[in-house]
Each structure stands twice: as C-alpha cells, then as structure tokens.
C-alpha cells in the first residue's frame, strides 16, 4: 500500500541494495495520484479539497513526499532534473509530465514498477475473502495493497504484501465485512481501560524536546 510511497520507495531501496525483488506493484485506494503517475507518466498531485476521505485513511495523501527520492533515481540521479520538476514545473503547472521519454519507458523493464487502485468495496471484499479463506483478518491498507497485488501480479511468481496496521484498529470496517469481532492482542486488551494523560506543551523546539527529556527520563512514562 502506498499513499506517501514509503513502502514501495523501501522497497526500491531494498532491491537497489540486492534484496532479490522482481516487479513492485503500488497499491493506492482512491486517492491514486501515484497510479496515475506509474500508467501515464503524468504526476498530477490533488488540493486538499480535492483528496478524498476513504476507509484507509493512511493512504488518504494528494502529494507523496517520498516520490521524490524514486525520481531522482529515475533521472540518473540528477538534482538539477529533480529540481526541476519539483521546485519549478509542479509550483509552475502544479503537475509535470514524464510520458514518451525514456525515463518513463524504463518504469517497468529496468524498474519493474506497476501499479493498481482500489475501492472502498474492492477492500471490503478482500477482507472478507482473506478471513473465509484463511480465517486472518486484513486492514483496510493491506486489503488495497492485496487487491492490487493479485491481480496485478506476474502469473508463477510468489507476491510479498506489505502489511500495514494490525485490524483491530478498524473493528467497524473489519465487522461490515466479515461479520467477526476483532479481538485487541492480550497485551492491548485492557487499552481502553488504561488512564489517559495529556501534556499540554507551547509549540516551540525547546519547549518539545524540554519534555521529551523529562518523559524518557521516567521508566514508566
């Protein structure tokens, strides 16, 4: 799953440094600027108004700050190309285009980048189809990223998916789905329970780092 492009962009890494990886498929939910990059070459990134509320909510991103460091790949690891793009064309046209040079044609032969967007009821279905199968229960996250990645994965070859949050941050979603109750692990069974506390710190440097000593100064903070 990848709307910020950070698990696919450590993917990339991994592979750069030898981790044996084949095609990177990324995974967007409706919010698919980055879909519409990897099938067009046109990064376009949304307003704020424009970015849509969705039930996987960490994916909910219009401009992917790590995109960035995957293009400067791309481009031979120029900075002034990067730059270019980045600090002119998208202030200037708010997009720039990358389709029909050899940059863009190198996505998929020498990246192997791919890319698949999903829907609300794309990951409802797959978290029900994972629980029946398996008796596991998905996130909403992992669910796009699954969706995508079946079936967009080469025939023959093993898929990995990144998994995001554990479901049980999304009872009501994974309820709608399936049916079944998620249950908190035993070592979070009694959050809700725990007392809250709240610092209230002014927003400057000092200030934040002045209680962030104090706090890891406690064992038990």
């Known amino acids: 799953p990848s709307g910020n492009f950070g698990n696919v962009c450590a993917a990339h890494i991994a592979r750069q440094m030898g981790v044996p990886l084949g095609t990177l498929v990324v995974a967007t939910n409706e919010n698919d600027v ?13 307003s704020s108004a424009d970015t849509l509320a969705t039930s996987s909510p960490s994916m909910d991103i219009s401009k992917a700050s790590n995109f960035e460091r995957f293009i400067f790949d ?6 002034d190309a990067t ?4 600090d002119e064309a998208l202030v200037r046209e708010g997009s720039f285009d990358l389709s029909g040079t050899p940059e863009f044609a190198s996505l998929r032969d020498t990246y192997g980048f791919i890319s698949g967007t999903s829907t609300h009821a794309d990951r409802l279905a797959e978290i029900a189809r994972t629980e029946k199968e398996s008796g596991y229960l998905l996130d909403p996250h992992t669910a796009d990223a699954l969706f995508s990645g079946i079936y967009l994965h080469p025939v023959g070859v093993k898929t990995l998916c990144v998994e995001t949050v554990q479901a049980v941050k999304f009872p009501r979603m994974v309820r709608q789905a399936t ?5 908190p ?8 329970s725990r007392p809250l506390r709240k610092v209230q710190t002014p927003a400057c440097e000092a200030a934040v780092r002045e209680e962030i000593e104090r706090l890891t100064e406690r064992p038990d903070a």
């Not at 791309?74 to 900075?79: F, M, N, T």
């Open 83 to 86: 730059r270019a793009l980045f």
């Open 179 to 183: 049916g079944v109750a998620v249950e």
């Open 34 to 46: 980055l879909d519409e990059f990897f099938r067009t070459g046109v990064y376009r990134p949304r």
């Open 74 to 79: 791309l481009l031979g690891r120029e900075g």
């Open 185 to 192: 692990p035993e070592d979070m069974a009694d959050l809700f």
